[in-house]
């Protein structure tokens, strides 16, 4: 049988139907295209919770988050903790953001009704196992410090995977992959990589993941989630879905490698 995502289960699907209304502030996102909540175990197994800012045209496609460029940097973080399916990743903001204007919507971050529907799922997502929380990104690191009843387990925050500051994102996160390594139990599947190498000056393919089927719904091709082949294009891109520059609101273009399995 096909391994996917079968989607959240009644209760948490009910949370997300329950999201507050971003109509008031729309002019911050990318708002028409509505909401994307998550990627990974939501029945409390996860053994690390990863929060990030917000999804981007990739995540739009995959109604999951951390899937395009940024998650499959993210996908071989965990890979280097040995965790090839205890976490749960979400992020800040449900919307993907307007880039230009992420300052301007840090205020939501704290609004009433915003701050208790996202501690709300923050308190779902995390269950009896979690030993670890890592925030990527200063959108996430606000979200986190806010979180009420945040679990007693160490917090690390990181820059976010699409940090411009490579040297410093590559520094920070060879640390807290040391430092995971002796707090987080890995997979027993083998399949991770808690012994290997870290990262050096610069991200390298094997520094990338693939996300794994079981964290995609039924029905994507195979290749998604892995956009190696895009990275190794001429010219080179690193996510299979972009925004049209001729209409960034409104119209996603999505490529599809031209040879495949």
């Known amino acids: 049988m096909a391994d996917f995502d079968p989607g959240p289960p009644d209760r948490l699907a009910e949370h997300f139907a329950a999201l507050p209304s971003y109509a008031a502030h729309r002019e911050l996102f990318w708002y028409d295209w509505g909401p994307v909540f998550y990627r990974g175990r939501l029945?409390?197994?996860a053994r690390l919770l990863g929060v990030a800012s917000d999804p981007g045209p990739t995540e739009r496609i995959a109604c999951r988050t951390l899937v395009g460029d940024a998650g499959q940097r993210v996908q071989g973080f965990l890979h280097k903790v040995g965790l090839t399916r205890s976490?749960?990743?979400v992020?800040?903001?449900a919307y993907a953001?307007?880039?230009s204007r992420a300052s301007r919507a840090t205020a939501l971050l704290s609004e009433p009704e915003h701050l208790h529907w996202r501690n709300?799922?923050?308190?779902a997502v995390s269950g009896p196992g979690l030993q670890a929380i890592v925030a990527f990104g200063a959108q996430a690191r606000t979200a986190v410090r806010?979180?009420?009843?945040r679990p007693d387990v160490p917090v690390f925050e990181v820059p976010h995977p699409s940090s411009r500051d490579a040297r410093r994102l590559l520094d920070r996160w060879r640390e807290t992959v040391a430092l995971l390594r002796d707090i987080v139990t890995p997979d027993p599947d083998g399949d991770g990589d808690a012994a290997g190498d870290t990262y050096v000056t610069r991200f390298r393919?094997?520094?990338y993941a693939p996300v794994p089927?079981?964290?995609l719904p039924f029905g994507l091709p195979a290749w998604f989630g892995d956009d190696a082949w895009g990275r190794t294009s001429r010219p080179r891109h690193n996510n299979c879905v972009a925004r049209d520059d001729d209409d960034l609101m409104h119209t996603l273009v999505w490529r599809a490698p031209e040879r495949t399995a």
Do not use: K
Request: no cysteine.
């Open 213 to 215: 089927r079981r964290d």
């Open 97 to 99: 953001l307007l880039p």
């Open 87 to 89: 976490y749960v990743l």
């Open 205 to 207: 393919e094997q520094d």
């Open 120 to 123: 709300e799922l923050l308190d």
């Open 43 to 45: 029945d409390g197994s």
């Open 91 to 93: 992020n800040a903001f």
């Open 146 to 149: 806010l979180w009420t009843d």
